[in-house]
């Protein structure tokens, strides 16, 4: 069976390409609270580990954007 792909324009997420020809991306999103940075931090690591090339969190509110730049730093701490 041949899947036929639409055409789409490329987009790309920090360093991964999404559309067009390339092949289809693992993403997922968080369910935890993103201004629990320690939960959040350890939601993404193990979606990452599990093979998310992608990982969506919800920034929606002040306290949550506030978050998202220590979330980032943990993350590289680990690796991710």
């Known amino acids: 069976m041949e899947i036929v792909r639409r ?9 991964v390409p999404v559309g067009s020809d390339y092949p289809i991306v693992v993403q997922s999103m968080t369910n935890t609270d993103t201004a629990d ?3 959040t931090t350890q ?9 998310s090339e ?3 969190i919800t920034v929606n509110n002040r306290e ?6 220590e979330i980032r730093r943990r993350l590289d701490d680990l690796g991710w």
């Open 7 to 15: 055409k789409t324009v490329t987009v790309w997420v920090g360093g």
């Open 64 to 69: 949550a954007a506030k978050a998202v730049p």
């Open 43 to 51: 939601q993404v690591a193990e979606l990452a580990q599990a093979g």
């Open 37 to 39: 940075v320690a939960a």
């Open 54 to 56: 992608i990982v969506r």
